[in-house]
């Protein structure tokens, strides 16, 4: 099988509209967790923190192209633009056929789908609603409009997972390269802030709400006053590429991605199972070939709900020990749902890049259930060669990404 | 409603829902071609023009034949006028 390499970058975050805006928000130990304005009217919402991305300049994309752009397409298009450039192909390559892109997200645009409705609905009328509403709408809506914007002519898939969407589409654009059919995909997530979104969760009891007169303070992964996850948005893209072409054209290797891994839990739709992270973690290792022991850092998934962030330590417990540091970026940023997976995976390889690994925040008193596994509480110095992604989303759906610095 | 009026609304339309510079309105500009318009904003005109101008076009055949922003104006002004013979219609009735 060939081998795969992430050889770009970008994404568009709630800390900035770039890679190093994130990574400078990270540093200074920032959250974007904001009191939401409005979001009050609605009626049983009872988490009113968000963490939103702002957009900028986005009639940089041509009417043509925007049009049937929701918000989230619109992060997603800023954002592969962002790896296009950082990876610095020739763009005759997007065209090749030999490149695909591979985006997904929990749905289409939440504020795209919402508005459908409340033109539609009132007059149960359709002769009000604007031709491109629908593209804005699919489930493929980030993939299928950035294929389109950046004239993409590979393989164009949507991978639809919740909060796991990103690691799938990462994974899925790995399985492409390693058997030989795309040479090279822009790869990620994406997602958008709407209090429809919140709400899915809040209705859960998923959410924080116990913060919204202080939001710095949550989301508290791992921490005994955590209280739910906190809804953020943006986009993270990433440019896979086979080694040998890559290599080929002297490109920047940020790292090899040498295991990835997606299974069900088969046990329940929204309660996470230790049992199942676990197997996703040993089943990811050996896909990579290697010893839990030789993980130097572990990107949890870790929203801070109190079932979930209770499963993923156990799984660590299990499987890892105490031995690799574990961080969430959470505390920073929110849940970033659909793109956490490649919003965290990028701030992951920029740890890699600089040999340091930034902590989880908010995190004061770890929750005795969360114990046993070595949490990160401030930024620790230390090389990293690998580095395990995790993802875990409702549908009981985990995935796991393991990325090597050092390639032979 | 002035015909004036009828082109302003309808320029109107042009630059808030396809972005198109008030220069560029002039009534030989084919919709096509010189202001870059496809099916699909095609669909939107329809849409935008009906709200702008309270009608209900959707069905009508006379759609398929406008080509430039003057047919668009006359077209318009054309639903102005039979709408008020169809008035005055009503009131000799």
């Known amino acids: 099988m060939k081998r795969v390499v992430i050889t770009g970058i970008g994404a568009v975050s709630p800390l900035g509209a770039d890679v190093p805006a994130m990574i400078s928000g990270i540093e200074a130990g920032k959250s974007a967790v ?5 979001w009050d009217q609605y009626i049983g919402l009872r988490s009113l923190v968000g963490a939103p991305a702002k957009l900028v300049n986005e009639k940089a994309i041509p009417r043509v192209s925007r049009r049937s752009m929701g918000r989230m397409s619109k992060f997603s298009v800023q954002a592969a633009e962002q790896a296009i450039s950082d990876a610095g192909i020739d763009r005759a390559l997007l065209t090749s056929g030999r490149m695909g892109c591979i985006i997904g997200s929990t749905m289409g645009s939440a504020e795209s789908l919402n508005e459908t409705f409340e033109i539609m609905i009132p007059d149960k009328d ?70 429809t979104v ?31 996850l906190v809804c953020g948005e943006g986009s993270g893209i990433l440019l896979i590429e ?31 199972s230790k049992d199942s992270m676990a197997a996703c973690f040993r089943q990811t290792l050996a896909d990579a070939n290697i010893n839990a022991n030789e993980v130097d850092y572990i990107n949890a998934h870790a929203t801070a709900t109190i079932h979930g962030d209770k499963e993923e330590a156990g799984a660590i417990r299990e499987v890892f020990g105490d031995q690799a ?15 956490s997976g490649s919003i965290e995976l990028i701030a992951s390889l920029i740890m890699m890049e600089k040999g340091c690994i930034y902590p989880t925040l908010n995190l004061e008193s770890v929750s005795p259930e969360c114990n046993g596994i070595l949490h990160v509480t401030e930024k620790l ?23 090597k610095k050092d390639i032979k | 409603m002035t ?91």
């Open chain 2, 3 to 93: 015909e004036q009026d009828i082109i302003e609304l309808t320029n109107q339309v042009f630059e808030e829902s396809f972005e198109i510079e008030k220069e560029l309105l002039k009534p030989e500009m084919n919709i096509f071609q010189d202001l870059g318009l496809d099916s699909l904003d095609v669909v939107d005109l329809v849409v935008a023009l009906q709200e702008k101008f309270g009608i209900k076009i959707r069905n009508d055949e006379r759609l398929k034949t406008i080509r430039s922003l003057g047919d668009i104006y006359n077209f318009i002004l054309a639903l102005k006028e039979e709408n008020l013979s169809l008035n005055a219609l009503h009131k000799q009735e």
């Open chain 1, 198 to 228: 919140t709400g899915s969760f809040d209705i859960l009891f998923a959410t924080s709400s116990g913060y919204n007169d202080k939001p710095e303070q949550t989301p508290r992964p791992f921490d005994a006053k955590r209280d739910g």
């Open chain 1, 325 to 339: 540091p574990v961080s969430s970026l959470k505390g920073y940023m929110g849940h970033t749902l659909g793109a």
């Open chain 1, 126 to 195: 359709l002769t009000k609603l604007p031709s491109t509403k629908f593209f804005q709408c699919v489930s493929h809506t980030a993939a299928m409009n950035t294929a389109q914007y950046l004239g993409i002519t590979g393989y164009v898939l949507a991978t639809s997972a919740a909060c796991a969407s990103a690691l799938q589409a990462i994974g899925a654009g790995c399985d492409l390269i390693r058997l030989g059919k795309q040479d090279a995909v822009l790869c990620g997530g994406a997602e958008e802030l709407h209090p």
């Open chain 1, 34 to 38: 904001r009191h939401m304005d409005g």
């Open chain 1, 381 to 403: 110095t230390k090389k990293i060669n690998i580095l395990i992604k995790n993802c875990f989303a409702f549908g009981g759906i985990n995935a796991s990404i393991i990325c």
């Open chain 1, 242 to 272: 086979e080694y040998e072409h890559a290599l080929k054209r002297n490109a920047k290797i940020y790292a090899e991605i040498i295991g990835y891994h997606t299974c069900g839990s088969g046990v329940h739709v929204s309660q996470s």
